[in-house]
């Protein structure tokens, strides 16, 4: 967990005096009109170092918040946007490029890149701050009066940074954090009336951790599986299963409840990790400093792990935003890899119900900005799904940059009576997303080689027709063979061939023989235990 570094109320009421201010800016945040505004991009991932580096390439993570270079399709608007190493030029001509009807030299001139140049393993935000002078350059550079900070999550470090600025922050304040924790999650749920599954509160220690999933299968003597989640793991990452079936001998009403204890505490050991390269030694050892629940592995042949974004804005009201269908994998389904919007016409607007519930309590404890739900959906039959929630993301997640993608790109709308999105020209669109796009075959393409190999096939988007790939994440590509990308269609067929393509072609372009990731029609819903956004 993040130091807290605003710990006294009166600092934290001047932090949430100064987000007041946003009142008066909300219209400029969101619309394409011709009011002006500074808007400076802080994508620190301030969260458990750690847990974050379980996943690969996550030192390029902050790229993924380049979507908002598009919001220099307004004339009026300046960007400023700070990242801990130099951005690869190409990378920034790439999204500029993007901006139909704006010169590119007027877009560049708009934009100020700002770096730390310090590759340790620490926040972002916490880099900015142990460097006054980069601090006052930002402050210099931005109109305090028309300005706001946005962020990928908000920690007591982005409070901090904000009033050194004193420029208000766009998110849910810091002590609310605890609201996107799996234990918090759980509280929402309840507080909402949401559907969820039966688990524990949070634990802190490894007998009470066997001592609560003894009560949970006591509760529930037909469950086969639990899951074990770390507090604050990400992307499924602080994820293990704990598989009951081999200590059936000991199930309700087989044994006792010492008895029943004894096994699952031998048994926690055997825990299965959803993270590569994870550990009981490591993982148990994180409790007792992030926490963690227990709840019930919901079962099902046919499941899927929906998922629904909204947004509060700064007058407290509630949007939904989008619903998409998570692609998921790891040993059990719970690594987030990519996402399908929008989610199934059979539940999305029950989603939308589900997350507009969620979005009003969260309202009422006083949350902004971003949240997303996740979910489990279960195949009733007949077209019947049962869902249950599973984890609520208070910041932007893996579903945010596509969405935001399709949206700034198209300036279309979201329609709530259908859960469509329709470009200008009323066309609905879909599209395929991932963050995981890796094959060893990848390692040594350069930004540049990836421009090139774009042009020369035509995979770039096409702001003509509004078709096409928009790629994020290329500073992952040579060291670590990984890109993201969002490919978007007039369709959910034309979506999956464009992203198709694009696999087709990095495969011939790399010029190896190691296929090791799939397309996309492999990935149709897979079983999944939960599904994270990250």
Not at 182 to 206: C, H, L, M
Not at 475 to 495: E, Y
Request: hydrophobic residues 35%; charged residues 25%.
């Amino acid at each position: 967990m993040v130091t807290l570094n605003i710990s006294d109320l009166e600092q934290v009421d001047k932090f949430r005096h100064l987000q007041l201010t946003l009142r008066d800016r909300w219209k400029t945040i969101e619309l394409f009109d011709n009011s002006e505004a500074d808007i400076i991009i802080i994508p620190s991932l301030s969260i458990d170092q750690r847990e974050l580096r379980k996943i690969e390439g996550c030192e390029h993570y902050e790229e993924r918040l380049l979507f908002s270079l598009m919001r220099l399709r307004n004339p009026r608007t300046r960007l400023i946007y700070v990242t801990s190493m130099p951005l690869h030029p190409s990378i920034i001509d790439y999204y500029l490029q993007l901006l139909p009807g704006i010169p590119f030299s007027h877009a560049r001139n708009r934009l100020l890149l700002l770096s730390t140049y310090d590759s340790s393993l620490k926040p972002l935000s916490e880099k900015i701050l142990e460097r006054p002078r980069l601090l006052e350059r930002i402050r210099q550079a931005v109109r305090l009066e028309k300005s706001f900070m946005a962020c990928y999550n908000a920690t007591f470090l982005e409070a901090e940074l904000s009033l050194k600025l004193n420029v208000p922050l766009y998110a849910a304040a810091p002590d609310l954090q605890i609201l996107g924790t799996k234990s918090g999650s759980r509280q929402i749920f309840a507080e909402s009336g949401v559907p969820y599954p039966d688990g524990s509160e949070r634990i802190w220690n490894t007998p009470d951790l066997a001592q609560a999933a003894c009560d949970l299968w006591e509760r529930q003597p037909t469950l086969k599986r639990m899951v074990v989640k770390l507090n604050e793991g990400i992307s499924g990452e602080g994820n293990a299963l704990l598989d009951l079936r081999p200590i059936m001998n000991v199930a309700p009403n087989q044994a006792s409840h010492a008895e029943r204890i004894t096994a699952i505490s031998d048994r926690l050991s055997s825990l299965r990790f959803q993270a590569k390269k994870e550990t009981w030694e490591n993982f148990s050892g994180r409790i007792p400093e992030l926490g963690a629940i227990v709840e019930a592995f919901v079962e099902g042949e046919v499941k899927r792990s929906p998922s629904v974004q909204g947004r509060i804005t700064p007058n407290g009201e509630v949007e939904i935003l989008s619903t998409h269908d998570q692609i998921l994998g790891g040993p059990d389904g719970q690594i987030y890899l990519g996402c399908r919007f929008p989610a199934d016409e059979s539940y999305r607007l029950q989603l939308q119900q589900l997350g507009l519930q969620v979005g009003r309590t969260l309202a009422e404890k006083g949350a902004l900005e971003r949240f997303g739900v996740d979910f489990i959906a279960v195949d009733q039959g007949n077209g019947d799904w049962d869902i249950q929630a599973i984890e609520i993301n208070l910041r932007k997640g893996g579903t945010t940059h596509p969405f935001m993608t399709l949206k700034l790109l198209t300036t279309g709308r979201y329609d709530l009576s259908t859960g469509l999105f329709y470009s200008q020209q009323g066309r609905p669109k879909y599209y395929i997303a991932t963050d995981n796009l890796q094959k060893d075959r990848y390692r040594g393409l350069l930004p540049n080689d990836l421009m090139d190999i774009i042009a020369h096939h035509r995979l770039h988007f096409d702001t003509g027709n509004e078709t096409g790939t928009v790629f994020h994440l290329m500073g992952c590509l040579s060291q670590f063979g990984k890109l993201g990308l969002t490919s978007i269609g007039d369709s959910p067929q034309q979506a999956e061939d464009i992203y198709n393509k694009v696999v087709k072609v990095l495969d011939e372009e790399s010029h190896s023989d190691n296929d090791n990731f799939p397309l996309f029609s492999d990935y149709v819903f897979p079983i999944a235990g939960d599904g994270y956004s990250y």
